[in-house]
C-alpha cells in the first residue's frame, strides 16, 4: 500500500489545532533529518505530537511538528540527554519565560564546557603537531 508523502486530504480526522494538510511520519523524518524511530521515541515521551490523523490511522505532521522534531534533533546533535531536552520541550509548551531563559543558560552552559574540551583537544593537537608535546 502506498500513502502519499504529503496528505492534503478531506478524509483526515482534524483535532482542535489541526491544520488540513500534513507529512506522514517517514515524510517527516525525511524532511528533519531524523529516524522513523526517533520521532516514534519522541511520540512515545510527548515531546511532539502528531497534528492528525488520516483515516487510514497515519499520523500526520504539520510545519509547527517539523520545527520541533528540528529543534529536539538540535539538541541530540548538541549531545544533550532526553531528559534536558524534555525540560525545554515542557518549558517551551508552558510559555513560561522564566523557564526558557533558564533553559536557555543550561544550553548555553553545556556550549560553553564542550567547547572549552574542544579547545583543550586542539592545543594537544597542535603541540603534537609542532612537536612541542605529546597528546
Known sequence: MTVNTLIAEPDVERG?????????ISEAARRCGLSVSQIRT????????????????FRLF?????ERLKFIGACREADLGLPEIAEFVHALDNGDEQQCRTAKRQIQDTIAVKW????????VLTKAE???GRP
Open 16 to 24: 482542535p489545532e489541526t491544520q488540513s494538510q500534513g507529512y506522514v
Open 42 to 57: 519522541y511520540l512515545d515521551m510527548r515531546l511532539v505530537q502528531a497534528c492528525g490523523k488520516t483515516s487510514g490511522g
Open 62 to 66: 504539520d510545519d509547527r511538528c517539523l
Open 116 to 123: 572549552a574540551a574542544l579547545h583543550r583537544c586542539t592545543q
Open 130 to 132: 609542532r612537536g612541542t
